[in-house]
């Protein structure tokens, strides 16, 4: 079982920056890949950032250039860099983990990001 624990979301204004971190905990081991989702309001849910555990990186295109996934030593934290926010970025972001192996997924509880005009 992994644990995916969120902090640093909140309220910003336009063209601010916020940084979001996803700690997981449990079984660990052999996760594939680590990224970051998005839902707003009357939207579906949408990729944002990943990470592979080689640390291959892939972003949306509408976040891309402005945000940036990293990862910790251990590979056991995420970051999601968040620069130049705009309005349309405000959603609920969530944390998000894979265990090919045995197909296992995993998700944080979400937390939310507003932007002020």
């Known amino acids: 079982q992994v644990q995916l624990v969120e902090s640093g979301g909140g309220l910003v204004q336009a063209g601010g920056s916020l940084r979001l971190s996803c700690a997981a905990s449990g079984s660990i081991f052999r996760l594939n890949a680590m990224g970051w989702y998005r839902q707003a309001p009357g939207k579906q849910r949408e990729l944002v950032a990943a990470?592979?555990?080689?640390?291959?990186?892939n972003y949306a295109d509408s976040v891309k250039g402005r945000f940036t996934i990293s990862r910790d030593s251990a590979k056991n934290t995420v970051y999601l860099q968040m620069n130049s926010l705009k309005a349309e970025d405000a959603a609920v972001y969530y944390c998000?983990?894979?265990?090919?192996?045995?197909?296992?997924?995993?998700w944080g509880q979400g937390t939310q990001v507003t932007v002020s005009s």
């Open positions: 998000n983990a894979k265990r090919d192996t045995w197909g296992d997924v995993y």
């Open positions: 990470i592979t555990s080689g640390g291959s990186t």
